[in-house]
Structure formats: structure tokens, C-alpha cells
């Protein structure tokens, strides 16, 4: 039964604002130097003709949505175009409902056609993946909730019951076992309340950064930022540290996390995790680094609060089993975490953790919250290296979910300058402080952007569609 505040979506804009980083960030096996982050503003309308614009942000992750040996600039033009394609298709969208409602129905019935559409135009080419399309997505998605907010003038962290939605969870989750029911369920029966205001802010070391002096090559820019890890942890505070590893080199991943260990000692951090970008085959090559990192430095074993996502993406294609390293540390999904479906398949195979993204749609990380909550798993909200506006629904969401310790955040890392102009707003979500992040500034409806203060001179929009 449909609600009268539900809505539609009548018209969009995207625009495409080029962002390049300070110091090359690694990807699995390619380096990124610069991203493009997709902005779409969208205007909705309910059933009595009140409209509202909402606006939605995230980074076009190349190499992280489509790891491939094709070039760069390939891929980077085809989601791009992929994106412009999904912003059409949105205002063509016939449906109205609650948002999460609209952007359920869109992934499931519009966006398998549409990518199928756009990869037979590919001509026999290295087809799109879905979570490339996801991302795609996301932008006009979190739009759509930003925009619903703004119509009735609330947070939308406030309109995820049972008094906005017409569908509960059951009619968009199955769960595992009689002892867990989603029957008179929303979103909100699932959120921290209240919400923390400051989050812990997890650090990316990233497989190019330099720790030490030693490892300095002369070409690291000159800009008043930190270079090397340890002026980092003093200068932000900083209590949390992520690993990126090689996941194919056991002897460097070992080094190197002993290394960047023993400086988090050193400087007073708490929690280690390690990411091994997704390109292990088997359990025994993490299980071998944790077994000797427990055997010969004990304290650094007992910091690592988990291990993120060794394994390929295409989980159903690699059913690994995985228990045997999820009994020695918690064992978190992220690219292969597409929906709650694979959260699922995910756990059958022993996953403990689930690290949710904005940018795989916001209405998709909240459903995979929801699964995961009820059924025992614990979360986390990692980074797509979220600048500008895409970093508030991102803290957003660390902040009502709960996570098993804050929120990764690393865009004050890569392009620091990237988000001047939402920092003058923001100040305490683009730095972080004491080792942590501030979203006391956000207020007022939607996501809390307060984007009419925010002087960001956009460039034209790349395609506008609808009324």
C-alpha cells in the first residue's frame, strides 16, 4: 500500500569533477594518480506535486570496481557513460515509493537490463562487472534519499520505519534459520541510538607509501602534508591503521606489516587490520602470516582487530572456505559484499564481518546491514577515499549501523585539497582530529550536506534529463 510521502524521481543532472591525488595510491596489481567523482543532483515529486532536490556523490573507482588488464581510459570512459545512461534511466523510472523501496525495485528489475544493455554495446569487449555498475548506481541513489529528506524536512536517518515505509524488511530479505524473522522489521529497528557524533578515523597505509626515511624516493610532494607514516599518527592523532598488502609476496606482506607495526607501537596506535586486495586463492597463505605473527610478535597479533576480504570478488564463482581463518581473527566481506544475497553465501562459507560502502547504493548497505545485524555478523564501513560530499553519507552510515570500531577515511590522505570547500563547512569531517572524525556539523534535513553553504563552483553538468 502506497504512503503519501512517497516519491518519484522527475528530473537530473550529473556532473563529473576530476580529482588527482597527491601521492599515487595502490589498487591491487595498478597504481591510481587521479579518480573521477560522479555528482548527480536529482528533483522528486510526490503524489500532491511537492518536489525536493537531493544530491549524491561518489568516486568512479576505476581500478577498484573493474580490476582488468584493459586500459584505464577505457574503463574510466565507460563508466562514465554508464552513469549518464542510469542518470535517464532514473527519471524514467515509473515507480514511486520510500527510497529504499525505489532503489530495491531499480536494482533489481532496471539495473540488470540496463548493464546488460550497455555491455552488448561493448561489441564483444571485457563485459562491465556488476559491482562496476553498482557504484554507477549509487550516485543517483543517494540522491534519491538525500532528496527524499529534503521534501519532508527531516533527517533521513529519521524515515527508515514503519510510519515512512510501506514494505517491511521481509519484503526484501530472507533469512537463514527459523530463529530470526524479518516480519515487522525496518532499517531503523537496526541503528545505534544514538548515533556517535565522533568516529574513530582508520588510516590506510597504502602499499607505495613510504614508512621511513629510508624508503623515501625524492619525489614525494613538498605541500605541507605528511609523507611518512609516523608524522601522520602524530599529526592526526591517529589510534587505527589499515594494511594494504600484496596478497600474492608472503614474505613482503609479513615484513611489511611488522614494519608498519612496530611504528604503530612506537607512536601509541590501538588497532591494526590488513587487507590483502583481494588476490589470495587459498586460507593457508593468510593463515600462515597470522600463525607467525602470533608465534613471534604476539602484541601485534593481538592488535589486529581483523582481516579484510584476502579473496577474489566473484565469491560465488570462488566458494572458498574460509573458516579456518575466521577462527584466528574476524573476517570481513568488501568487494564481494555486493548485497545482502552474498552477504549470505558469504557466511555459509565461514565470513564473520560484513565492511558496507555508500558507494555500492545506499539503499543496498542498509538492507546488508540488516541481514548482517540479525544474523550475528559484525560490520564495518570502509573507504572508497571519499572526498567532497561523498564522505557524509559514508561517516553516515558508520555512525547508525555501528561498526565493530569507526570508520576507515583516508581522502584527507590521497587529495586533501580536493575538499576545501566542503571542509569550510565541515571542518571536522576532512580532518581528522585526536584520531577521530566529527559529523557534529551536519544538521538539517536529508544528509545534512547544508549544501546551499557550500561555495563548490561545479563544472556543466555532463547530461541533464527529465522536467
Known sequence: MSKPADIRCISSALHFLPVHTRMPLKFGPETVTYVTCARARVRVADASGRTAEGW?????????????????????????????MLARAWTEFAASGHPIELGHDFQKHALPQLLAEANAARAGREPMPWL?????????????????????????????????????????????????????????????????QRLRAW????????????????TEPKDGY??????????????CLKIKLRGNDTAWDFARTVKIGAIAVAHGVEWLTADFNCTVMEPAYVNEI???????????????????????YELEKHRIDVRSVAARKPLFLDESAHDWEHVRLGRE???????????????????????????GMTLMVQDLTNPMLAQIPHCLLAAHTGTIQGVETNAMQFYPEASTAEAQVHPGLYARRDGC?????????????????????????????GK
Open 56 to 84: 549524491g556523490e561518489t568516486p568512479l573507482s576505476v581500478t577498484w570496481v573493474w580490476p582488468s588488464a584493459l586500459p584505464y581510459e577505457e574503463r574510466h570512459t565507460a563508466l562514465k557513460d554508464f552513469t549518464l
Open 132 to 196: 562496476a555498475a553498482l557504484v554507477c548506481c549509487s550516485v543517483l541513489d543517494l540522491a534519491v534519499h538525500d532528496a527524499y529528506g529534503n521534501l519532508h524536512g527531516r533527517r533521513v536517518y529519521e524515515l527508515y520505519g514503519s510510519e515512512w515505509m510501506s514494505r517491511s524488511l521481509a519484503d526484501f530479505l530472507s533469512p537463514v534459520g527459523t530463529d530470526v524473522s524479518f516480519a515487522g522489521k525496518f532499517p531503523s529497528d537496526f541503528f545505534v541510538s544514538p548515533a556517535p
Open 203 to 218: 588510516h590506510l597505509v597504502g602499499g607505495l607509501d613510504p614508512l621511513d626515511e629510508s624508503e623515501l624516493k625524492g
Open 226 to 239: 605528511p609523507v611518512l607514516l609516523a608524522d601522520w599518527i602524530r599529526r592526526d592523532g591517529l589510534k
Open 290 to 312: 597470522l600463525d607467525r605473527l602470533r608465534d613471534e610478535h604476539p602484541r601485534l597479533y593481538g592488535m589486529l582487530l581483523y582481516v579484510e576480504q584476502p579473496f577474489p
Open 349 to 375: 562459507l565461514g565470513w564473520t564481518g560484513v565492511a558496507l560502502k555508500t558507494c555500492k547504493t545506499q539503499t543496498g548497505a542498509l538492507l546488508s546491514a540488516c541481514w548482517a545485524k540479525a544474523h
Open 437 to 465: 572524525v566529527d559529523l557534529g556539523t551536519l544538521r538539517g534535513a536529508g544528509f545534512g550536506y547544508r549544501v546551499e553553504e557550500i561555495r563548490r563552483e561545479l563544472p556543466a553538468a555532463a547530461g541533464e534529463f
